[in-house]
């Protein structure tokens, strides 16, 4: 598909890596570590999160440095942004974390 | 007899060469049929459903925001396109829905556009829909102000190659 990567996916991916409710090994969310082509794990499950550092003019939720990052220990420090960034991730979950 | 078979080989061979003339016929109308230009994809209007095997997605409404409300804010020359819709799970089993993996924007140049966070009432939140779940909420995106032609893609087998195409508001 053309969408694929502008989205973050890559043919390269394990079977069912980037499938909606498929599992994902760290090493392979670790792959997708730039602007572009950014996925970041929390909280067990892996979420497709270009537009969270600030790719297509979007808002910057996170910076690009987490990209292909576990972001939990992040998002659990966080105070007043906390709320914010958990509800932006509800919407991103592509899978769980194998 | 022999009258009666002469006649009757007389008769199958100008089938034959009937037959193969219209075989060349149609040959010849098939390619001249299929010159012209693809067809290009059914679509779905605002308020239509589009049904992909278990998936049902109705697009109710679109809308631009260019300005935003921090702390969603769009880069300089942006602005979000949000679409309010509902999934349904019309199979027999659980599902799962991840708009963000799913659904994308597309212009007409062919450039994509994945989903960004806005300012939003009720985030489509992304998770298990179990047998005829139906859930409704928002999905936004940013995408350049000039964007010509942006078109909602759902793709929900991302790879298959099946996508649906919404109309999508623009400027």
Redesign the interface.
């Known amino acids: ?9 890559a ?1 390269a991916d394990a079977p069912g890596c ?4 498929s599992a994902c090994s760290e090493a392979e969310v670790a792959t997708h570590n730039t602007v572009r082509n950014c996925w970041v794990m929390y909280s067990g499950a892996y ?6 550092v ?6 910057a ?1 996170l910076s690009s440095g987490w990209c292909g990052r576990d972001v939990t220990v992040y998002v659990v420090g966080l105070t007043s942004a906390k709320p ?1 960034v958990k ?2 991730l ?6 769980p974390v194998q | 007899m022999d009258v009666v078979l002469a006649v009757v080989v007389v008769v199958a061979v100008v089938g034959a060469l009937g037959a193969q003339k219209g075989v060349r016929q149609q040959v010849g109308k098939t390619v001249t049929a299929a010159l012209p230009s693809p067809v290009p994809p059914h679509m779905y209007k605002t308020g239509e459903t589009a049904t992909m095997g278990v998936y049902a997605l109705t697009v109710k409404q679109t809308r631009v925001d260019a300005q935003g409300t921090r702390p969603y804010v769009p880069g300089a020359g942006y602005q979000y396109y949000v679409a309010d819709v509902v999934l349904k799970n019309t199979g027999k089993e659980a599902l799962e829905a991840a708009p963000a993996v799913q659904m994308y924007l597309r212009d007409a140049t062919g450039a994509n556009y994945a989903m960004a966070p806005a300012p939003l009432d009720v985030p489509f939140a992304a998770g298990q829909l179990v047998a005829g779940e139906e859930r409704a909420g928002q999905v936004s995106f940013a995408a350049p102000q000039t964007a010509v032609g942006l078109r909602l893609i759902f793709d929900p087998a991302p790879a298959a190659g099946a996508v649906a195409v919404f109309e999508m508001a623009s400027n």
């Open positions: 598909m053309a969408g694929l990567g502008s989205l973050g996916m043919r980037g499938v909606p409710g979420y497709a999160a270009g537009s969270f600030g790719a297509n003019g979007a808002v939720v914010l509800d932006i509800a919407s991103y979950r592509v899978g």
